[in-house]
Nanobody
Framework: QVQLVESGGGLVQAGGSLRLSCAAS????????MGWFRQAPGKEREFVAA????????YYADSVKGRFTISRDNAKNTVYLQMNSLKPEDTAVYYC?????????????????WGQGTQVTVSS
């Protein structure tokens, strides 16, 4: 059974940084796409970033490109989201997700496994 557990959220001032972690278990993830999504109050869940576990190719939403970096640690079976230059509009619950395959996915409905989410709040 796939389990994804996020951590690292918190309260930070605008311009600050946070690093989110997603500990993955229950599978060999070498043939998976791992994604980060976020959902702000009253809004739909949206794509943030994704990484192909094998090879490490990455893809970002335009709103975070140049500020966020997704990466993975094979030995720890963990995916990270380094968030720099945070803005108040980045405030949301951030979710880790996984789907089997090699094609990067950006739609919520394309992912099969989800974590419970971690809150990120950016104050102005």
């Amino acid at each position: 059974q796939v389990q994804l557990v996020e951590s690292g959220g918190g309260l930070v001032q605008a311009g600050g940084s946070l690093r989110l972690s997603c500990a993955a278990s229950g599978r060999t993830f070498s043939s998976y796409i791992m994604g980060w999504f976020r959902q702000a109050p009253g809004k739909e869940r949206e794509f943030v970033a994704a990484i192909r576990w094998s090879g490490g190719s990455t893809y970002y939403a335009d709103s975070v490109k140049g500020r966020f970096t997704i990466s993975r640690d094979n030995a720890k079976n963990t995916v990270y989201l380094q968030m720099n230059s945070l803005k108040p509009e980045d405030t949301a619950v951030y979710y880790c997700a996984a789907v089997f395959g090699t094609v990067v996915r950006v739609r919520v409905r394309e992912y099969d496994y989800w974590g419970q989410g971690t809150q990120v709040t950016v104050s102005s």
